[in-house]
Structure formats: C-alpha cells, structure tokens
C-alpha cells in the first residue's frame, strides 16, 4: 500500500461547479497536509496548509483533514477556468521530507 | 508567500557537457532546499536533500557523483549535472523550507533538454 493515495483524474467540470479532491493515507504520523496547485510546465504553487485534524477556508478553497479516516479534501467553489491545473496533495509527520500524491488533473470548461 | 527563483527556466546542452541549475530563496532564509525531478505527466520525485554547510542527502537510486548538489548559503543551493545524457532530460524544480516550518515553497522549474 502506497503511503499517500491520490485518484489522477482526470476531472473535468463545468465552470462554477463545486470540485472535491481527495487523497487517503496510511501513515499515521503524518499531521502536516498540504494542497499544491501545479499549471503545465510550472513548479507547484502552496494553495493550503493544514495543522492535524479539521477545516481551512481560504476564498473559495476549503481543505479539510480527518485524521481519524486518514482521509484529506480540497473542495473549490464557483470553479473557474483558471483552477484548470495539477492538484497535489502532500504531508509529512514533521521531518524534512514530503510525501505527495501522483496529482489530480482538473480542466474546468468554460 | 515565499518566493523561490531558479536559473535557467531552460537549457538545451549536448551529451557529455555539464550544466549547473541555480535555485534561490528570495525573501526569506532557508537552511533546507530540496531538489526533484519530474518526468511529463508524473508526480514529483525527489532527488535530494541540500542543508546549508552540509553535505546533501540523496534519495536511493540518485548517483550523487552525476548530480552534484552545493548549498553554500541560506539562499542558494545548486544542482550541477555532470556528463549530461539524453536521458537526463526532464523537468528539475527545487524547493525551499523555511527554517521550523513543515511547508516548501517551490520554484519555477528548470527544464532540461540533452541533445
């Protein structure tokens, strides 16, 4: 079982439509989760950070994490065009290193 | 949020030559920086750990001799592929840890191209 999960889509929604990203994991350690948001041919951009267990709401990005599942979300409201990217989830238990998962591909259509 | 620059955003180099990548902290200090590889349509695998003064950390299956990493201050660490091959070609991006903080902030990538 790989230490972080992540379904690599790809996801295709209609502009303004809710999306929810997922990943799983198995690492009980892991407190630290992040969402990165990666465009073609660009390095990945930190769109949320999360401390252990609960939500975080920045604009339209929400991330929530369960640790009790082991189970994190990004949802995005009122989806644009512009959120058409790679969404990377990554954690780690503190130490240096991030686990990520293999990235969601996401086009939202105009 | 923080800004990590890298130079070159692209180098085309012919087989056998050695090309050096540039990755820097802009606003802030950072005594860890990491180096991955991406290859197209993959997730980021990393090749190494640079801690400033300190020799770097390579990930299993990393030839540390053909990859040479220097961190020789808090805002720059270099990644230098020697006797480049075709098969180097890829998409190298670092990333930069601000000292106590769990987060990295990524540059912009460097994409190599070995002819």
């Known amino acids: 079982q790989k230490e972080v999960e992540q379904d690599p889509g790809p996801l295709s929604v209609p502009e303004g439509a809710i999306v929810s990203l997922n990943c799983t994991y198995s690492n009980s350690a892991f407190q630290y989760f992040m969402w990165y948001r990666q465009y073609s041919r660009k390095g990945p951009e930190l769109l949320m950070y999360t401390y252990s267990s609960g939500n975080k709401e920045d604009g339209r990005f929400t991330a929530q994490v369960d640790k009790s599942s082991k189970y994190i979300s990004l949802f995005i409201r009122d989806s644009q065009p512009s959120d058409s990217a790679t969404y990377l989830c990554a954690m780690s238990g503190g130490s240096e290193k991030l686990v990520f998962g293999k990235g969601t591909k996401l086009t939202v259509n105009p | 949020g923080a800004v990590v620059s890298q130079h070159p955003s692209r180098v085309i180099c012919k087989s056998g030559t050695s090309v050096k990548i540039e990755c820097r902290s802009l606003?802030?200090?950072?005594?860890?920086m990491f180096w991955y590889r991406q290859f197209p349509k993959q997730s980021l695998m990393l090749m190494a750990t640079s801690n400033e003064g300190s020799k770097a950390t390579y990930e299993q299956g990393v030839e540390k001799d053909k990859f040479l990493i220097n961190h020789a201050s808090l805002t720059l660490s270099t990644l230098t592929v020697t006797s480049a091959h075709p098969e180097d070609s890829s998409f190298y991006i670092c990333s930069a840890r601000d000292p106590g903080a769990p987060e990295q902030y990524f540059g912009p990538g460097t994409r190599l191209t070995v002819t």
């Open positions: 606003d802030f200090q950072a005594t860890t």
